[in-house]
């Protein structure tokens, strides 16, 4: 999915249209753990969609926020956070 607005409706859209698309293949589409970014739209969507599945923050994005809020660490357990 492309989207420019990044909105939980667009994500809605995304996740009905994946939903029907493998109800159509008969597969049964019922994820214990869905990973993304930090969007909290995206994580409003995947709890109206898929209330059990846990979200998970891809690795990238954990240490792209630790680095950004590293003033927030003690500098001797910033190497060890890392």
């Known amino acids: 999915m492309f989207t420019s ?3 939980t409706s667009d994500f809605n859209h995304f996740w009905h249209s ?3 698309l493998c109800n159509k293949f008969e ?3 019922q994820p214990n753990y869905i990973m ?3 969007s909290k739209a995206m994580f409003n969507s995947i709890k109206i969609h898929f209330p059990a599945a846990q979200c ?3 690795y990238f994005h ?3 926020n630790i680095r950004k809020h590293k003033h927030l660490i003690q500098k001797e357990k910033y190497k060890q956070v890392m």
């Open 5 to 7: 607005h990044e909105t």
């Open 18 to 20: 994946l939903k029907e």
């Open 27 to 29: 597969i049964d589409f």
């Open 36 to 38: 993304s970014d930090e």
């Open 56 to 58: 998970l923050m891809c």
């Open 62 to 64: 954990v240490r792209m």
